[in-house]
């Protein structure tokens, strides 16, 4: 069992694991700290400073970092916080695109979280304001945007591609007011190491990695990914009857929320013109439409030609264990072979 941790966050008791950070702690609590680069994936980074709080008789500290401990007393709220805070979320904000009617994240932003806890005002924002960014949009991956317009160097992306992936496609380039998230080389993303799985987009708090053509679905269906053997959970996104975006699901012991490009982006098939929908018969030369009874009764009739090993199965890695398991019975017991094979294995 966890050892568990006494403390106080501005006078209410908290009980925590031990090895918790202080907002780790806190958020578990429903008590709101402004944060933007951290996350609960990732291993602290320190580096945003919104998560300011002061910690009595030690001073000011970042809760990101600082591990709880017994008897400590927290105050999330005092006038050198917010000052340290309004200085980090201003000088964010000040050189950020603003345009969140247009923007994919709208509604569904951290640094909006930020703002409107902090209260911005506009009259410092101006005096705050240097140059504005103005920097080519990288939509050069089939399936994600990057706009670092809008990117507030949080790091998130790149400790996910390092820390999950194990990839390290990007990094913090330059330095002070010049620094930005970029691949080796400045190179757009598809020209870097960089494998398309969507990990960093999917965490990335605000609009700065977002996919293409995002719409926001109405509802949510958790099944499994139909691509491969892993069996990841995934949320489907629908919206009027087509799948609008897919998530990984953070409760599937297979992937605990993790996807690759093909369960992550590849759903457009299911909704596609060229689907086959209904099973195709060749007739006079031409394939027409029949029905599953139609096509049932043409197969069996035409394996009852071949036993034993004339005849061989390819299944597939696209469908599920059970029907898999039917067809390599049917395979063994009926068709009396064990030329039984599989597409995992090409
Ligand atoms: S990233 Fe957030 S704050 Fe920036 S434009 Fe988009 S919604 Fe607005
Ligand atoms: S692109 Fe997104 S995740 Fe990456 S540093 Fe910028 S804001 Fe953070
Ligand atoms: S999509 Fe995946 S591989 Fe590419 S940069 Fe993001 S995390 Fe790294």
């Known amino acids: 069992m966890l050892d568990e941790i006494k403390f106080a966050i501005d006078g209410t008791q908290i009980k925590a694991n031990k090895g918790d950070t202080i907002l780790k702690a806190a958020l578990k609590?429903?008590?709101?700290?402004?944060?933007?680069c951290d996350h609960p994936d990732l291993e602290p980074f320190g580096g945003c400073r919104l998560c300011m709080v002061e910690i009595?008789?030690?001073?000011?500290?970042?809760?990101c970092k600082v591990p709880v401990e017994e008897?400590?007393?927290?105050i999330t709220e005092?006038?050198?916080?917010?000052k340290v805070r309004r200085i980090a979320a201003e000088l964010l904000i000040a050189s950020h695109h603003v345009d969140c009617l247009e923007c994919a994240r709208n509604t569904d932003c951290k640094l909006q979280d930020v703002a409107?806890?902090?209260g911005i005002e506009e009259g410092r924002l101006k005096r705050l304001k240097r140059v504005i960014k103005d920097l080519p949009i990288d939509d050069s991956n089939p399936f994600f945007i990057r706009d670092l317009n809008k990117c507030v160097l949080c790091g998130i992306c790149i400790r996910t591609c390092g820390e999950i992936l194990n990839v390290g496609a990007i990094d913090f380039a330059f330095r002070g007011t010049g620094t930005l998230v970029a691949t080796v080389g400045g190179k757009p993303i598809l020209q870097s190491r960089c494998v398309?799985?969507?990990?960093?987009?999917?965490?990335?708090?605000?609009g700065a990695l977002v996919p293409k053509n995002a719409e926001r679905p109405t509802r949510e269906v958790s099944t499994v990914c139909t691509y491969c053997g892993v069996g990841c959970g995934i949320k489907l996104g629908v919206r009027g009857g087509r799948i609008v975006r897919v998530r990984g699901d953070v409760n599937s012991p297979a992937n605990r929320g993790n996807l690759c490009v093909k369960?992550?982006?590849?759903?457009?098939?299911?909704?596609?013109?060229d689907r086959l929908t209904s099973p195709l018969i060749k007739r006079n030369g031409a394939f027409v439409e029949a029905t599953f009874e139609e096509a049932l009764d043409l197969v069996a009739s035409k394996l009852t030609d071949y036993k034993g090993d004339q005849f061989a199965t390819f299944a597939s890695a696209r469908i599920t264990t059970e029907d898999n398991y039917v067809v390599q019975k049917f395979t063994r017991a009926v068709m009396g072979t064990n030329n039984l094979d599989h597409c995992a294995r090409l």
């Open 29 to 36: 609590h429903g008590i709101y700290i402004p944060h933007l």
């Open 56 to 63: 009595k008789g030690k001073g000011l500290s970042i809760s």
């Open 71 to 74: 008897g400590l007393e927290i």
């Open 78 to 82: 005092s006038p050198e916080v917010n």
């Open 116 to 118: 409107s806890y902090i």
């Open 196 to 206: 398309s799985c969507g990990e960093c987009v999917a965490r990335c708090p605000v």
């Open 263 to 273: 369960g992550r982006f590849g759903y457009d098939f299911v909704n596609h013109p």
